[in-house]
């Protein structure tokens, strides 16, 4: 692939190739400039050794990235700090300065770990006491440094936090405003391009509970890669307000109709479910694609509804849950929340995911279901990725291949289980 001429010229030439040669390429170059950014530090922190102003006249490393690299002084800085952490420095006397993170130059210089990762494992490590051990300090920073090579910076978050909270426990204080009230008013709207909303104002208690709600919900997230959240604080309130509201009418204390809990109604032939064609009906709102029927079945009551001839209901048979009240306790146990890697999703925004499908005749048992939030059940249905449980009983997901040739399986390290 790497040596096919037709694939390196020009980028207008790269509609020649399949997907796959793009998905695998595009992760060798990503090794490519991780490898190059790693040599560069080398090169930035064997300069200052030397002596940055009389190597170069600028006072400091940041000011030499700054003015010859033309970047922001956040990027400057950021580089410096690299720099200097992953190599060995010269102290005032004259001694040599042992680097912060030896082991994380290291997989830098493989390629194996990029900028996002590295300023993480840089700033758990920044916060170990003196007192602790050297040994001891490269010990966790060998954990940090194996988990980067297949999770991201929000992953590694939660690893060195863990670490540094069996050397210096901390925390921090909880935040809160005081808005002005209003009287209480909701419409809902249907726009002229079909799209579905509501307008409203609320009264200081209400926005209160509500935003207080929303906000851990909103957060913005990154992908298993350590890519940022393209999602724009609108969109993160949006996603939030879609699961906030899967959770609350989920509840059987909530009023519903006919004496249940809250429930939408989905109409659709049952081959058309079979085969994974055509479209179903979704109650108050219209037509919805066959994938979004599938996805819903994962963890809804499937009632099926004879018809006559002119569509008339003639009979209708029980419902049954894809996961009984026991059945959601145990995987609350067993999986923590979301059991796709890098996911700290909790448990109430996610939902029990078949293994094998439910359409392909899937059985509801407990060592047939995961437990995923919205994004990541989307992200099975859609993609390549693919989920099962290991010998231990415990979920575990292979990436596609274009992302891991080797198949290896990865864990979701965000919920401890004790």
């Known amino acids: 692939m790497a040596s096919d001429n037709s694939l390196q010229g020009a980028r207008t030439e790269w509609w020649r190739a399949d997907t796959a040669t793009l998905h695998a390429r595009k992760?060798?170059?990503?090794?490519?400039?991780?490898?190059?950014?790693?040599?560069?530090?080398?090169?930035?922190?064997?300069?200052?050794?030397?002596?940055?102003?009389?190597?170069?006249?600028?006072?400091?490393?940041?000011?030499?990235?700054?003015?010859?690299?033309?970047?922001?002084?956040?990027?400057?800085?950021?580089?410096a700090d690299r720099a200097l952490a992953l190599h060995p420095g010269v102290a005032i006397g004259g001694g040599v300065v042992?680097?912060?993170?030896?082991?994380?130059?290291?997989?830098?210089?493989?390629?194996?770990?990029?900028?996002?990762?590295?300023?993480?494992?840089?700033?758990?490590?920044?916060?170990?006491?003196?007192?602790?051990?050297?040994?001891?300090?490269?010990?966790?920073?060998?954990?940090?440094?194996?988990?980067?090579?297949?999770?991201?910076?929000?992953?590694?978050?939660?690893?060195?936090?863990?670490?540094?909270?069996?050397?210096?426990?901390?925390?921090?204080?909880?935040?809160?405003?005081?808005?002005?009230?209003?009287?209480?008013?909701?419409?809902?709207?249907?726009?002229?391009?079909?799209?579905?909303?509501?307008?409203?104002?609320?009264?200081?208690?209400?926005?209160?509970?509500?935003?207080?709600?929303?906000?851990?919900?909103?957060?913005?997230?990154?992908?298993?890669?350590?890519?940022?959240?393209?999602?724009?604080?609108?969109?993160?309130?949006?996603?939030?307000?879609?699961?906030?509201v899967r959770l609350k009418t989920a509840s059987p204390d909530l009023p519903g109709q006919a004496g249940e809990s809250t429930q939408i109604l989905v109409t659709m032939a049952y081959e058309d479910l079979m085969n994974e064609v055509g479209d179903g009906l979704l109650d108050l709102v219209g037509p919805i694609s066959a994938t979004d029927v599938r996805i819903l079945a994962c963890d809804a009551r499937i009632r099926p509804v004879v018809l006559s001839g002119a569509g008339q209901p003639l009979d209708v048979g029980r419902s049954s849950r894809s996961a009984t009240t026991p059945q959601k306790h145990a995987?609350?146990?067993?999986?923590?929340?979301c059991t796709f890697p890098g996911c700290d999703m909790p448990v109430q925004r996610c939902t029990a995911h078949h293994l094998v499908f439910w359409r392909h005749r899937g059985e509801t048992k407990i060592d047939n279901l995961v437990l995923l939030c919205t994004k990541h059940h989307r992200l099975i249905h859609k993609s390549e990725w693919k989920v099962q449980l290991a010998q231990d009983g415990l979920p575990e997901f292979i990436a596609p291949a274009y992302l891991d040739p080797t198949g290896e399986p990865r864990r979701n390290t965000m919920h401890l289980r004790v």
């Open 98 to 244: 042992p680097p912060l993170a030896p082991l994380t130059a290291e997989a830098a210089a493989e390629g194996a770990i990029g900028g996002g990762q590295i300023d993480v494992i840089l700033g758990a490590l920044a916060q170990v006491p003196s007192f602790v051990p050297d040994e001891e300090v490269r010990a966790g920073e060998k954990i940090l440094v194996d988990l980067a090579r297949r999770a991201g910076p929000k992953e590694i978050v939660m690893a060195g936090r863990r670490m540094l909270n069996t050397m210096d426990p901390d925390g921090k204080e909880p935040r809160d405003k005081d808005p002005k009230d209003a009287r209480p008013e909701l419409r809902f709207v249907k726009h002229r391009d079909g799209t579905l909303g509501f307008a409203g104002t609320l009264d200081l208690e209400t926005y209160a509970r509500l935003k207080s709600d929303l906000d851990p919900l909103a957060k913005p997230h990154k992908a298993i890669d350590g890519v940022r959240d393209s999602r724009s604080q609108g969109e993160r309130y949006g996603d939030a307000f879609a699961d906030y």
């Open 331 to 337: 995987l609350k146990i067993r999986d923590g929340g």
């Open 27 to 79: 992760q060798e170059i990503e090794v490519l400039k991780r490898q190059l950014d790693a040599e560069q530090y080398a090169i930035l922190a064997e300069l200052n050794t030397r002596g940055i102003r009389g190597c170069s006249g600028h006072s400091t490393l940041m000011g030499l990235i700054f003015q010859d690299f033309l970047v922001s002084e956040k990027e400057a800085s950021a580089r």
